[in-house]
């Protein structure tokens, strides 16, 4: 275990992780190390702020009141309802990692909201050796298309620590979910209880390898649903599939409201002026989130308008690949001193917050992508957002309705022009961009989404069929 | 809550004698196994996919995008547009309007009718790829509770102005498809209940494409405050 994975586990379930969100990302992100690092200023190369240095105390976490005045009465009144039919119900969350990624982070806060509405939800981390998450990490990476052979040493470690902690862990709760793949076969004990079982799948499992997803799939059809993030990552499956979209925490510190004055302090530490427009995208340092390409689309609109450029991110300390796309994007910025680059460590929420707020427009010009929650973060504060329409971006930017989609540098250059010459309609977007995520995308949603499932599952007992 | 049938028996403004209860309805989207690649995939689809998948690609995107104050219109226009970048047909799928209909086969209909025509004149957009697939999905529905309950013409304006988009959309949308009549439970009740048969006429007017749920929540109490003044 690394010293970081023993300073997050230790705060650990209140820790308000902000590792980058993605799914995608979740065992690179709980197996990487996070040393203090320097923070890279492009710009200026000033000392950097002190504060980014090490990671913040955690936050307490919010309340279900706390979140009203975001969401209304009303809805914590429908959660209410729909949780009252349930009261004393258990569920039990089962994942493979307590800190680190977007499912932790979401079990972070879902766990004490279902409680809290008197539903007890427990939550268990599978064990393993290095050798169960070596495998694992492959068969993530295969079934998100990577060549892969299984072999049968690999099925056998999957199963044997699959069949360890079924041992270990007691299923008396009345709903099991298991989250993602690592945990998958431990729905074998479903015959010890009368509970419905429920896999959600946080991953694209559109195009898999087709020898991992033969291995997987008579597993995940033994539940009694299975859940996705977006309609077009799934599989036919002979059990019903639910959409849960992935969410925020609109009272995280990376989400949260912050006051003008720390939104400017932060812009002044980094060099970032707030009287002239602001183009973001928050990345790791990554290829697949073509930094480069967002570059090079500044370069096309800056001959038309005046703007400057934050690419903040991280992943360029511990990981080589990182470092090396950091030193493309750098190369790339040439001597524009409006191109401000920033290697952040992974606690920096509420800088990436600040930055985020302070922005005119935000992109995310992936090639690739999971469901792109820094979108959802863009959205959320009601930023004009261009992004690429690729993975399950298109489920939350309806172009030119919630953000607009491009397919090129050429098209994200326009439209950086064309938002940045029209602030009406750019207002206009981010204003229902922000409502977008409020009805769909927020903590609060999930809850319910959780909450119906239970209802619905209960009343369809008995009418499912079952795989053999 | 009253009938149709004695509304006209109703005589004006007066205390009504059942109270409205304000409901609302929660739904999860059920991912469906059918999916068309081109128009020519859409049509037969459509033609095949449950009720509730039309119900989910039309009333129920409807009320998830309900803060979009125009240029949505249904899952159909939209996909014609974004994906098979097809405008005549987006447009003609945009112009059907959802409160037409008391039954999913007729708006099914309607729909197959639009895409039916305009392949036979566009033979060569049927098997064009679209950019990106459209996934049919379904909804499981939950109608629950919510804590307003009006006996009195200022109690009904209190539960509307505090219940939330959800329940305006049970009550004024979904509501015809329950009724089976060109109607909404705000308007029946005022009508019958309260013998407010203008107002009742005038909300159901209310172009539900020219606004937010928002605005016809405001819309709607703006009428009855008329109405009670």
Known sequence: MSSDDSRAISASPTFDTQAPTEAAGLEAERRSPHPARRVSDRRSNRPLPPSVLTPPAPPPPPHLDDYGAIVGQSQLDTLRYLAKDLKGKTIKMVNSTAVGGGVAEMLNRLVPLLSELEVPTHWDVITGGNDFFEITKAFHNALHGAPYELTQSAKHIFLMYNEQNRKRMHFGEDMVVIHDPQPAAIVLARSQTPAHWVWRCHIDLSNPNAGVWEFLSPFVEQYDAAIFSSQSFTRRLPIPQYLFYPCIDPLSEKNKELPDSQVQQICDEFGIDRSRPIVTQVSRFDRLKDPVGVVQAYKLAKKYVDCQLVLAGGGASDDPEGAAVLQEVKEAAGNDSDIIILDLPPWCAIEINAIQRASTIIVQKSLKEGFGLTVTEALWKGKPTIASAVGGIPNQIMHKLTGVLVHSVEGCAFQMRYLLTHPEFARGIGTSGREHVKENFLMTTNVKRWLLLYRILEQTKGRRPRAA | ?229
């Open chain 2, 1 to 229: 809550m009253a009938t149709a049938e004695n509304l006209a028996e109703k005589p004006a403004l007066r205390h009504p004698q059942k109270p409205f209860y304000f409901n609302t309805s929660e739904h999860l989207v059920r991912i469906g196994r059918q999916r068309a690649g081109n128009l020519c995939e859409l049509l037969t689809a459509l033609q095949t996919v449950p009720d509730d998948s039309i119900f989910q690609h039309t009333f129920r995107t409807l009320q998830e995008h309900h803060f979009i104050r125009q240029g949505f219109s249904n899952d159909f226009a939209h996909w014609s547009l974004f994906a098979c970048n097809e405008p005549a047909l987006a447009e003609q799928f945009a112009s059907v309007d959802v409160r037409e209909f008391t039954a999913i086969e007729g708006l099914r209909r309607r729909m197959v009718e639009i895409l039916d025509e305009f392949l036979q004149s566009h033979n060569m957009s049927g098997s064009r790829a679209a950019h990106e697939p459209f996934y049919f999905c379904a909804s499981d529905i939950v109608v629950l509770p919510t804590a307003f309950t009006a006996d009195t013409l200022k109690a009904f304006l209190n539960g509307l102005n505090q219940v939330s988009v959800h329940s305006i959309h049970h009550h004024f949308i979904e509501a015809r498809l329950r009724l089976h009549c060109m109607s909404n439970d705000f308007s029946q009740w005022l009508q019958a209940e309260v013998g407010l048969a203008e107002p009742a006429d005038a909300i159901e007017r209310i172009d539900i494409y020219a606004n937010t749920m928002e605005g016809v929540r405001r819309q709607i109490a703006r009428i009855v405050s008329q109405a009670m003044n």
